[in-house]
């Protein structure tokens, strides 16, 4: 060891090619692996390592945490290392430097990775993961219970919830052929559900006692039966029996009674149903809209062609293109520089050094799905001050300005007559009088505790519409229980707010 650290200084590339011509010997490695000091000392001189290839393989891809970064490349280099690493694959600014070994590890360069690249000519480590293939998940109708990703027609956003195809209607005895789409926030009701299944789960929402509209569910972790959704209009409990008195979809007055020993729902009359009292309900809220096969289909090819990556190799160089390059890292490069473009994506070396050797054997183009597109730090800093920029927008819709703040809330009064006591006019007088000041906000913000009880009492009120209460018109309560919670989202933003 010593020896070795006091000619180090002395050694030229030509030593190393005639060290390297020597220790391709088996019978040289032989001698020099029984001896664990001289090993440990030659180690970095070699590009011929040690320890196996594929330990050392292993050991780079599992080093994915290197020094912070979100990709790091090590590659042999005069006497040392170019190390290039940066973060990915938003706000990427790579950066190359030239180390020694020892550098190298006090940087946090796994010993393994410097090995792995004195082998193979680059170790090249990444935390990014790329998704599965978008194209291998087309969407098929929902005909059978499960989890599953829809889209919402509205707005094409993917919603995960449980598929209930074949819903059962007791007065015709027999499965209908309306499915449920429901993720215990929104619901859909469709004779066909066009989806991807994710997984089975029988942790199906349920209110207790039933409220508003709904079905009846029960299940056994293996299987489930569901109804038809019914409307609760109120409930009644006589002798320890439940009767609810519900409306059907098509508006058709029933009753449902809760009882003992059934398996499941039948008409005991025209106007009647008997319900297993072990049944649940599952409330539906918040009807959408999901999008047909054809809309689905249009939007899982559009995703997918934003995480498609080209790939041409030939022997020591590569040409990445699509669209997850189209911002960086497209164009030709060698294979070290294309391994790193792709860890930057989401492909691990030792999945994507296969891909490059078959699209250099083959001649073709391989495409990829699944990658994650690559940016610049100069296009993240841009995306975030759009971001930053609409987020203000907001913030200044929230919290209007002092000249705006009484005029706004004329505007926004629900009662005709408050709005027309306070015109435009005498909002200009009141603020030509200085009327909002610190003080003022001060004494709104103390009424938020009695605002509050007033919303409880209100939500209170609301339930008891929906179970029968006919005096008080249900959408009126709904609509000032809504109206109060804003009144008192907007006192709660004011408080912080400084004039």
């Not at 030509?14 to 001698?31: G, I, L, N, P, V």
């Not at 330990?55 to 970064?69: V, Y």
Request: charged share 20%; proline share 6%.
């Amino acid at each position: 060891m010593t020896l070795c650290n006091a000619i180090s200084g002395t050694l030229n590339r030509e030593d190393f090619s005639r060290f390297d011509a020597a220790f391709a010997d088996q019978s040289t490695r032989d001698m020099i692996e029984k001896s664990a000091s001289v090993g440990e000392a030659l180690r970095s001189l070699t590009r011929i390592p040690i320890q196996s290839g594929e330990d050392l393989r292993n050991a780079a891809i599992d080093a994915t945490k290197t020094a912070g970064f979100d990709v790091i490349q090590v590659r042999p280099s005069g006497y040392g290392y170019l190390v290039k690493s940066s973060a990915a694959p938003a706000d990427m600014m790579p950066q190359e430097q030239q180390m020694s070994a020892q550098e190298a590890q006090a940087a946090g360069v796994p010993q393994e990775a410097m090995q792995a690249a004195d082998q193979q000519g680059a170790a090249t480590m990444t935390n990014v993961q790329a998704q599965p293939d978008p194209m291998l998940e087309q969407p098929v109708p929902a005909q059978s219970f499960g989890m599953y990703k829809v889209t919402n027609a509205a707005n094409g956003r993917q919603l995960v919830g449980f598929v209930i195809p074949g819903l059962f209607d007791p007065m015709q005895g027999m499965p209908t052929q309306m499915s449920l789409f429901t993720t215990g926030n929104s619901y859909a009701l469709q004779p066909q559900i066009m989806g991807v299944l994710t997984g089975i789960s029988f942790n199906l929402p349920e209110a207790n006692p039933p409220r508003g509209m709904g079905i009846f569910y029960k299940t056994d972790g293996k299987s489930l039966m569901a109804t038809v959704p019914y409307n609760i209009v109120s409930e009644v409990t006589v002798e320890g029996r439940t009767y609810y008195s519900v409306q059907t979809q098509e508006g058709a007055q029933l009753q449902i009674v809760m009882s003992q020993g059934l398996q499941r729902p039948v008409a005991s009359s025209e106007t009647e149903i008997a319900m297993p009292a072990d049944f649940k309900f599952l409330p539906l809220d918040n009807p959408i809209q999901l999008a047909g096969g054809e809309n689905m289909m249009k939007q899982a090819q559009a995703e997918a062609w934003n995480t498609m990556a080209e790939i041409r190799a030939w022997e020591g160089g590569v040409k990445l293109s699509g669209p997850v390059f189209e911002k960086l890292g497209s164009g030709e490069h060698d294979w070290a520089d294309g391994l790193f473009w792709l860890a930057a994506s989401g492909l691990q070396q030792n999945v994507a050094l296969p891909v490059l050797e078959k699209a250099a054997h083959t001649g073709e183009v391989v495409r990829l799905f699944g990658l994650h597109p690559l940016s610049s730090r100069e296009e993240w800093l841009s995306e975030t001050a759009k971001e930053a920029a609409a987020d203000m927008r907001v913030f200044e819709k929230v919290l209007p300005k002092k000249v705006n703040l009484i005029k706004e809330a004329a505007a926004i009064s629900m009662d005709k007559e408050a709005s027309a006591m306070i015109g435009v006019a005498t909002v200009d007088s009141i603020l030509a009088l200085n009327f909002l000041n610190p003080e003022n906000v001060s004494l709104y913000a103390e009424f938020i505790p009695q605002l509050k009880e007033s919303a409880e009492k209100l939500a209170e009120l609301v339930l008891a519409c929906q179970l029968g209460l006919q005096s008080v018109p249900k959408t009126a309560a709904v609509r000032s229980m809504f109206a109060l919670e804003s009144v008192i989202e907007g006192l709660m933003s004011l408080k912080e707010y400084r004039l």
